[in-house]
């Protein structure tokens, strides 16, 4: 019983930070329709930053610089490299096509950077555990759960309470509607993207801290776990990113914990359990978890 409660309360941190990163998937997915192949990259941005200004800046003063910086990082990119000659000067598919090489040139010159290191990000839990009962967590865990649910609830009320948020759900039910009721598309967008690159910096914190040994030049691939978490819960939908990632962190974490009984599957099967359940829940339900078929009135 031990073993699974402890189980359970890793997956819940895993699926709460990989909601944040899957946040970020759905919230560009949702102004822009594209699928942000460079927001591994950008992850990693934030956690480097944050590594290599720690000791003069202190861990909050470093986190904060580096959630602007890889917000304005990910605003630069859409606004004055996918949005060049406007929004609908490219397609969706183009401009996906696009992050692509944005992530090859990020991912190279932090790679170079980092090299074979394992930076520390100097957060305040160290390798601190506490008990919760009978089950032992290290206090990293339980920031994870307490901060992603906090940063995730205040996403929920930008998106329900603030013109930003209204604008942003105008634009993804009709594009066209949405101009001509003065919504300023541009502006729109480049939000979001700055506000999925901030998601993606304070992820970076968690996926680098204990147990894990630190960050180091394969971090941001960690982001592609979440990508299922996008699609399971319907890339259009903030909640069902939220469910989806709580599922995949849950199988990720129950895979590793009993990986023992699982030895007959491989033991490679932890690397490709989100997708596995990925395959299985869209051959069920095509359009994700929270996804719905669009009408279309003719």
């Known amino acids: 019983m031990t073993t699974l409660l402890d189980t359970l309360f890793n997956g819940l941190a895993l699926g709460a930070v990989y909601a944040l990163v899957a946040l ?16 591994g990259s950008l992850l990693l941005l934030g956690g480097y930053l944050t590594a290599v ?17 890889t917000a304005a990082v990910a605003g630069v990119m859409d606004r004055f490299l996918l949005q060049a000659g406007g929004p609908d000067q490219h397609g969706a598919h183009v401009q996906t096509i696009v992050t692509i090489g944005v992530d090859i040139l990020i991912l190279t010159d932090l790679s170079r950077r ?33 901060v992603s649910a906090a940063v995730i609830a205040g996403v929920f009320a930008l ?17 066209e509607a ?20 901030a998601l993606a910096a304070m992820a970076a914190v968690f996926l680098a801290a204990f147990p894990a ?30 469910a989806g990632s709580l599922l995949i962190g849950m199988t990720e974490a129950l895979v590793a914990g009993y990986q023992s009984d ?16 990925m ?14 078929k669009a009408a279309v009135r003719v």
């Open 114 to 146: 980092i090299g074979g290191d394992l930076l520390s990000l100097g957060d305040p839990w160290g390798d601190s555990v506490s008990s919760l009962g009978p089950v032992t967590v290290a206090d990293s865990r339980i920031a994870a759960i307490v």
């Open 213 to 242: 040994p630190g960050l180091e030049r394969t971090t941001g691939q960690i982001a592609l776990k979440a990508f299922p978490a996008a699609i399971l819960g319907g890339m259009a939908s903030p909640p069902g990113a939220l």
């Open 159 to 175: 998106f329900r309470y603030t013109s930003w948020g209204l604008s942003l759900r105008a634009a993804a039910e009709d594009v």
């Open 24 to 39: 970020g998937f759905v919230i560009i997915f949702k102004a822009s329709g594209v699928m942000n192949f460079a927001h």
């Open 178 to 197: 949405a101009s001509l009721m003065g919504v300023r598309l541009v502006r729109i967008r480049m939000l979001a993207w700055c506000l999925a690159g």
């Open 53 to 69: 200004l720690h000791d003069n800046l202190g861990f909050a003063g470093a986190l904060a610089v580096s959630v602007l910086v």
């Open 262 to 277: 699982l030895h007959v599957l491989g033991e490679g099967f932890g690397d490709v359990a989100p997708y596995a359940v």
């Open 279 to 292: 395959v299985l829940v869209l051959l069920v339900r095509p359009t994700g978890l929270f996804g719905g």
